[in-house]
């Protein structure tokens, strides 16, 4: 039996303990905002908070996290969260939208910690990241948007 | 398209739906059930809370239909852009054809192109429906209604009312054969930057795709595939597959061996328990190595001419000719939405969930494999995770894969096919492998007097459903671009020559153009450095007076970078162009030195696609087709070692560009009242050129083989 509290809920789940979080996440709890990309954490599009940190849930082990607070796309809130959110939205960063839960996790992650980024922190935060539809010149322009928001 | 007069039958199961009819119509009323929206024909609805829903019948992948065809109608319907919504349409060939195709489907960027005329008047029809409808209950004449931002008002009365509050009035007026549409100067929302359809739910986690489908009892199923093309199942073991617990069955089908399992993990564990013996006897052996020599050696036999003009023996009295040969790997799209698809089969009938991009080839395959009619098979077009090109099958191999998983099980049931990220770069459908050669002669003064272009690849449309469409003669798809140049030779001569593998292609963002305009667009440039001429000049003084759009994006991006030439404080620029789909691209691309490496910077990109529809859209197909070509310009190759099994597996070995390496971009949209064309493809083939002759600019050799980074052969 493991037990997981994601989004703020907790569940307890009969489950083999070598199961990647991803798939307890989409499978078992049905949160299907978090996605499936490589299986091998070399893409980011699975990307959630674990404890306050970004955390690539296709290689994690579901027995490894028992007790940890586990944050999704669906669960993700706050300023930061919510700069990401608007910057995100008002530029039109998606484009298939596949990785964006993953982006928008990484970039919340990134402004919780270095609230005004450089370029090179972005490069950095955002390097896990792949977007296979090359939306990057707008992921950086709305991180420095939502860093704009949050200093006012 | 051939518009029909007549009635068409209910739409099947359309979620509320009540009617669908071909536009336009004759004599036909919509009709506008007691509890259901206003669906006065196949891609309208309204609802009584004022919502106006589009449904959008090409599949929405990134590049945005959903955004641009709901445009297309709100802008004659005169809707307020905030009522719009979009869904997609399912599968139906005779609502929802692409009226360049003849058949449903998406490709060759032709989205706003076949719609733009279609969509609109859709809207104009629905709109003069909703004025006379007005009309008739305020007792107005429908001459004074004015309709503005959602609102239909009559000065005179002061009478207005919403969509919604009219649609039960509307559906009793008769849907207008061929509404007046309007002229361009009257546009109010075609050609602004309107926000997204599907932004909100791709930032949110609620849009819904393919592997977010869940129905009760669905077993999930991964196909273990041959590790080499052409192979077939030998024989296999399934026992430690099926003890491992959730996994329920075990089958054979045509492409492998498929595990069913209760959950994700657990099929996947599964797969890797199986042991399969494969038989190799057909197939694919050769390594990347011994393929290319044997793609040289077919063009030294000689290729088969496909464009000539002018006398090529005028090369003769060329005062220098220069040569060149191009290595090109296979490449894979990886769409990072792995393939997967949805299918639930229930009493002799089917239904799917997938991105589906070529539904009338898709449906009919289905329906074979499974041994029902075609209107046994429905599908349900949901958004794709991107797809490049890799989610357009003539063949519907994946398609056919989940019917012959459903098939196989036996019975009843939901099966959810899942191609792993493995299942995907090993599983062909590539962009062919190439070789290109050159040969060029210049007279004393610079002059061009011939120019001869080979090419080898395999055919993409051969073997497929669309082979047909070829009618006997060579695939353009393998050449285009090589041929069709505005650029005016002595003389020219292009060949191909047609190579044949098991390793299965498909068309990759922009097809032909990935490597003709590479090839083409260095060899000039290296050519007119042989000129001793500058690579804007030069190209504008190979164009012919009547091509203005050609040197418009040329004229544009070289203004936009400040073309000095190719070399300006330390760093390196190069130009190159293409024409793809009917759109103009050119690009500047700045190279600087950094850390001791060559790095992409800047681009600069001056598009002209016409009626610029959605300018953001624009924008950002040319900034996502800059990264797409960037990247596998850099990185990507697909390679066979020698046996045949493919070298690389994951985005380890096949890397995907990342933020750090996506340079500056600008986008120029050059004004136009032309026909729009597309932008899902045409960012990509100046790119990789454009880059090569900065690296020669800065300094560098030139590139004959891609990708830049580590040879191909």
Redesign the interface.
Same mark, same amino acid.
């Given at each position: 039996m493991v037990t997981l509290r994601v989004n703020g809920r907790d569940h307890d789940l009969d489950i083999?303990p070598?199961?990647?979080l991803l798939?307890v996440l989409?499978?078992?709890l049905?949160? $299907?905002?978090?996605?499936?990309?490589?299986? %091998?954490a070399?893409?980011g599009?699975c990307t959630v908070m674990l404890d306050g940190m970004p955390r690539r849930s296709c290689v994690t082990p579901v027995g490894m996290v028992d007790g940890s607070e586990i944050t $999704? %796309?669906?669960g993700i809130e706050g300023v930061e969260a919510e700069a990401v959110?608007s910057a995100? $939205?008002a530029i039109?960063?998606?484009?298939?939208?596949?990785?964006?839960?993953g982006q928008?996790m990484s970039a919340t992650a990134l402004l919780q910690m270095v609230p005004a980024p450089t370029d090179e922190d %972005?490069?950095n935060a955002?390097?896990g990241?792949?977007?296979?539809?090359? $939306?990057?010149?707008? %992921?950086?322009q709305a991180i420095h948007d939502a860093a704009k928001t949050l200093e006012g | 398209m051939g518009f029909s007069t007549t009635r068409r039958g209910f739409l099947a199961a359309g979620a509320g739906l009540t009617l669908g009819m071909v536009l336009p119509l004759g004599t036909g009323r919509a009709q506008v059930a007691a509890a259901g929206p206003f669906a006065p024909n196949a891609f309208i609805r309204i609802g009584k809370d004022d919502l106006v829903t589009v449904l959008i019948k090409h599949i929405e992948m990134g590049q945005g239909p959903y955004t641009g065809l709901a445009t297309l109608v709100a802008e004659e319907l005169d809707a307020d852009w905030s009522q719009m919504r979009a869904e997609g349409a399912p599968a139906n060939d005779e609502l929802y054809a692409n009226t360049l195709f003849g058949a449903q489907g998406t490709g060759g960027s032709t989205a706003i192109a076949n719609s733009f005329i279609q969509m609109r008047k859709a809207g104009a029809a629905v709109r003069a429906m909703l004025v006379d409808a007005a009309a008739e209950s305020w007792g107005v004449p429908a001459s004074e209604i004015t309709v503005k931002a959602g609102v239909v008002s009559h000065a005179g009365s002061g009478k207005s009312s919403g969509f919604g509050a009219l649609t039960e009035a509307a559906a009793k007026i008769p849907v207008p054969a061929d509404p007046p549409i309007k002229s361009p100067a009257e546009f109010v929302l075609i050609g602004h930057d309107l926000p997204k359809l599907d932004t909100p739910g791709k930032t949110n986690g609620t849009a819904q795709f393919t592997l977010d489908i869940y129905r009760d009892g669905m077993l999930t199923v991964l196909v273990a595939h041959p590790t080499r093309f052409g192979a077939k199942v030998a024989s296999f073991d399934d026992k430690a597959a099926l003890a491992v617990p959730g996994v329920e069955l075990v089958r054979q089908i045509p492409t492998g061996v498929a595990v069913y399992a209760r959950n994700t993990f657990a099929a996947m564990k599964g797969r890797d328990a199986l042991v399969v013996e494969w038989d190799d006897s057909a197939a694919e052996t050769r390594g990347t190595p011994a393929m290319f020599e044997s793609f040289r050696k077919a063009l030294d036999a000689g290729a088969l001419t496909v464009e000539e003009k002018g006398d090529m023996s005028a090369m003769t009295s060329a005062a220098k000719v220069i040569e060149a040969e191009y290595l090109f790997p296979y490449l894979a799209h990886a769409p990072l939405e792995p393939l997967d698809a949805v299918i639930e089969l229930k009493g002799g009938k089917a239904e799917m969930w997938f991105g589906c991009q070529f539904p009338s080839i898709d449906r009919p395959t289905v329906a074979g494999v499974l041994g029902v009619p075609v209107t046994d098979v429905s599908i349900n077009v949901l958004l794709a995770g991107g797809s490049f090109g890799r989610r357009a099958q003539g063949t519907a191999h994946l398609a056919a894969e989940a019917a012959e998983v459903a098939k196989a099980a036996g019975r009843d049931g939901v099966f959810k096919l899942v191609w792993t990220r493995e299942d995907d770069l090993r599983g062909g459908y590539y962009r062919p492998m190439t070789v290109h050669r050159f040969r060029a002669g210049i007279d004393a003064e610079g002059r061009i007097l011939g120019w001869e272009n080979m090419v080898a690849n395999q055919s993409i449309m051969k073997g497929t459903a669309m082979e047909p469409m070829l009618k006997g003669g060579p695939d353009n798809t393998s050449f285009e671009g090589s041929t069709g140049l505005p650029y005016q030779f002595g003389a020219r001569r292009i060949g191909w020559a047609q190579m044949e593998s098991p390793v299965s292609v498909l068309w990759w963002r922009s097809v032909g153009h990935t490597h003709t305009a590479y090839a083409v667009e260095t060899f000039l440039d290296q050519v007119l450095e042989a000129a001793g001429k500058d690579p804007v000049q030069g190209r504008l003084e190979l164009l012919p007076p009547e091509a203005n759009r050609e040197r418009g994006v040329i004229e544009k991006a070289a203004e936009m970078s400040g073309w000095t030439g190719p070399t300006r404080d330390g760093k390196g620029y190069g130009v190159a162009w293409a024409k793809s789909f009917g759109t103009y691209v050119a690009q500047v691309v700045e190279v600087e030195t950094r850390d001791g490496a060559p790095r992409v910077s800047r681009v600069w990109c001056a598009v002209d696609c016409g009626i610029a529809v959605n300018p953001n859209v624009i924008r950002a197909q040319m900034e996502g087709g800059i990264g797409y070509a960037l990247g596998a310009a850099l990185h990507s190759r697909i390679t066979l070692a020698p046996g045949g099994e493919v070298e690389q597996s994951n985005f380890h070995d096949y890397p995907m560009l990342r933020i750090s390496e996506m340079p500056a971009v600008e986008v120029a949209i050059i004004t136009s009242d032309a026909d729009p064309t597309g932008v899902g493809e045409p960012g990509v083939p100046p790119l990789a050129p454009a880059v090569a002759n900065a690296l020669r600019a800065l300094g560098g050799e030139r590139h004959y083989s891609l990708p830049f980074v580590g040879a191909t052969a």
């Amino acid at each position: 039996m493991v037990t997981l509290r994601v989004n703020g809920r907790d569940h307890d789940l009969d489950i083999d303990p070598e199961t990647p979080l991803l798939w307890v996440l989409r499978d078992e709890l049905r949160l $299907t905002g978090t996605k499936f990309g490589c299986g %091998i954490a070399q893409c980011g599009a699975c990307t959630v908070m674990l404890d306050g940190m970004p955390r690539r849930s296709c290689v994690t082990p579901v027995g490894m996290v028992d007790g940890s607070e586990i944050t $999704t %796309i669906e669960g993700i809130e706050g300023v930061e969260a919510e700069a990401v959110r608007s910057a995100w $939205t008002a530029i039109d960063v998606p484009q298939c939208g596949w990785c964006q839960s993953g982006q928008i996790m990484s970039a919340t992650a990134l402004l919780q910690m270095v609230p005004a980024p450089t370029d090179e922190d %972005i490069d950095n935060a955002m390097a896990g990241n792949v977007c296979r539809c090359a $939306t990057y010149v707008r %992921i950086r322009q709305a991180i420095h948007d939502a860093a704009k928001t949050l200093e006012g | 398209m051939g518009f029909s007069t007549t009635r068409r039958g209910f739409l099947a199961a359309g979620a509320g739906l009540t009617l669908g009819m071909v536009l336009p119509l004759g004599t036909g009323r919509a009709q506008v059930a007691a509890a259901g929206p206003f669906a006065p024909n196949a891609f309208i609805r309204i609802g009584k809370d004022d919502l106006v829903t589009v449904l959008i019948k090409h599949i929405e992948m990134g590049q945005g239909p959903y955004t641009g065809l709901a445009t297309l109608v709100a802008e004659e319907l005169d809707a307020d852009w905030s009522q719009m919504r979009a869904e997609g349409a399912p599968a139906n060939d005779e609502l929802y054809a692409n009226t360049l195709f003849g058949a449903q489907g998406t490709g060759g960027s032709t989205a706003i192109a076949n719609s733009f005329i279609q969509m609109r008047k859709a809207g104009a029809a629905v709109r003069a429906m909703l004025v006379d409808a007005a009309a008739e209950s305020w007792g107005v004449p429908a001459s004074e209604i004015t309709v503005k931002a959602g609102v239909v008002s009559h000065a005179g009365s002061g009478k207005s009312s919403g969509f919604g509050a009219l649609t039960e009035a509307a559906a009793k007026i008769p849907v207008p054969a061929d509404p007046p549409i309007k002229s361009p100067a009257e546009f109010v929302l075609i050609g602004h930057d309107l926000p997204k359809l599907d932004t909100p739910g791709k930032t949110n986690g609620t849009a819904q795709f393919t592997l977010d489908i869940y129905r009760d009892g669905m077993l999930t199923v991964l196909v273990a595939h041959p590790t080499r093309f052409g192979a077939k199942v030998a024989s296999f073991d399934d026992k430690a597959a099926l003890a491992v617990p959730g996994v329920e069955l075990v089958r054979q089908i045509p492409t492998g061996v498929a595990v069913y399992a209760r959950n994700t993990f657990a099929a996947m564990k599964g797969r890797d328990a199986l042991v399969v013996e494969w038989d190799d006897s057909a197939a694919e052996t050769r390594g990347t190595p011994a393929m290319f020599e044997s793609f040289r050696k077919a063009l030294d036999a000689g290729a088969l001419t496909v464009e000539e003009k002018g006398d090529m023996s005028a090369m003769t009295s060329a005062a220098k000719v220069i040569e060149a040969e191009y290595l090109f790997p296979y490449l894979a799209h990886a769409p990072l939405e792995p393939l997967d698809a949805v299918i639930e089969l229930k009493g002799g009938k089917a239904e799917m969930w997938f991105g589906c991009q070529f539904p009338s080839i898709d449906r009919p395959t289905v329906a074979g494999v499974l041994g029902v009619p075609v209107t046994d098979v429905s599908i349900n077009v949901l958004l794709a995770g991107g797809s490049f090109g890799r989610r357009a099958q003539g063949t519907a191999h994946l398609a056919a894969e989940a019917a012959e998983v459903a098939k196989a099980a036996g019975r009843d049931g939901v099966f959810k096919l899942v191609w792993t990220r493995e299942d995907d770069l090993r599983g062909g459908y590539y962009r062919p492998m190439t070789v290109h050669r050159f040969r060029a002669g210049i007279d004393a003064e610079g002059r061009i007097l011939g120019w001869e272009n080979m090419v080898a690849n395999q055919s993409i449309m051969k073997g497929t459903a669309m082979e047909p469409m070829l009618k006997g003669g060579p695939d353009n798809t393998s050449f285009e671009g090589s041929t069709g140049l505005p650029y005016q030779f002595g003389a020219r001569r292009i060949g191909w020559a047609q190579m044949e593998s098991p390793v299965s292609v498909l068309w990759w963002r922009s097809v032909g153009h990935t490597h003709t305009a590479y090839a083409v667009e260095t060899f000039l440039d290296q050519v007119l450095e042989a000129a001793g001429k500058d690579p804007v000049q030069g190209r504008l003084e190979l164009l012919p007076p009547e091509a203005n759009r050609e040197r418009g994006v040329i004229e544009k991006a070289a203004e936009m970078s400040g073309w000095t030439g190719p070399t300006r404080d330390g760093k390196g620029y190069g130009v190159a162009w293409a024409k793809s789909f009917g759109t103009y691209v050119a690009q500047v691309v700045e190279v600087e030195t950094r850390d001791g490496a060559p790095r992409v910077s800047r681009v600069w990109c001056a598009v002209d696609c016409g009626i610029a529809v959605n300018p953001n859209v624009i924008r950002a197909q040319m900034e996502g087709g800059i990264g797409y070509a960037l990247g596998a310009a850099l990185h990507s190759r697909i390679t066979l070692a020698p046996g045949g099994e493919v070298e690389q597996s994951n985005f380890h070995d096949y890397p995907m560009l990342r933020i750090s390496e996506m340079p500056a971009v600008e986008v120029a949209i050059i004004t136009s009242d032309a026909d729009p064309t597309g932008v899902g493809e045409p960012g990509v083939p100046p790119l990789a050129p454009a880059v090569a002759n900065a690296l020669r600019a800065l300094g560098g050799e030139r590139h004959y083989s891609l990708p830049f980074v580590g040879a191909t052969a």
